[in-house]
């Protein structure tokens, strides 16, 4: 309900998640599937990286800290959502994706990051359920059409964290060689 992702940066007791910190890995032009209750019921493109945000108020204050991340988005709400059952097993199940268990259901988080092939055929399965929408004709998404270079210049400065949470700071790219600090 709105054009943003939002997500604290820490919980109650200081510990971090990391579908928390994938919000600073969010850039322009990166497509959001939103999945609910069982169901993709939404599509969105970021219109920029995450910005420190205060929670919005039409989120429950009892759930989290004040204090977060935003990603504004166009949202688009999916006219007939595609139920998780929908999407045939072998893209959801084994080690088809990190949003899913091995038994194919959805893990709990978000901004699971979902390789390229998986997309691809998500699009091309759905693509009728998809029209009109961010994804609607999309094949690789705007990351994957640069190359690693410019991708890490426009990260230079930023503060990007591994899995378990350790900050990085790029510093320098030059060709192959790629400065980092490590905090």
């Known amino acids: 309900d709105g054009g943003f992702l939002w997500a604290p940066t820490s919980g109650r007791n200081g510990a971090q998640m990391s579908h928390w910190i994938t919000m600073t890995m969010v850039r322009a032009g ?10 993709v019921k939404a599509v969105s493109r970021a219109r920029g990286p995450a910005s420190a945000a205060p929670r919005p108020r039409s989120l429950p204050d009892q759930l989290w800290e004040q204090s977060g991340r935003l990603v504004e988005v166009d949202l688009t ?9 929908e999407i045939p097993m072998n893209m959801r199940s084994g080690r088809a994706q990190a949003a899913f268990n091995t038994a194919g259901h959805v893990n709990q988080g978000y901004l699971f990051e979902l390789d390229t092939d998986w ?21 690789v998404p705007v990351e994957v059409n640069r190359n ?3 991708l890490l210049r426009d990260l230079v400065g930023e503060t990007v964290y591994t899995i378990t949470g350790v900050p990085n700071v790029i510093k320098r790219v030059h060709g192959a060689d790629v400065s980092v600090a490590t905090g």
């Open 119 to 139: 997309f691809e055929q998500f699009v091309h399965t759905f693509a009728d359920r998809l029209k009109d929408t961010p994804a609607d004709g999309i094949g």
């Open 30 to 39: 990166d497509i959001v599937l939103h999945y609910a209750n069982g169901q």
């Open 148 to 150: 690693a270079e410019t």
């Open 77 to 85: 709400e999916l006219q007939q959502p595609i139920g998780r059952d």
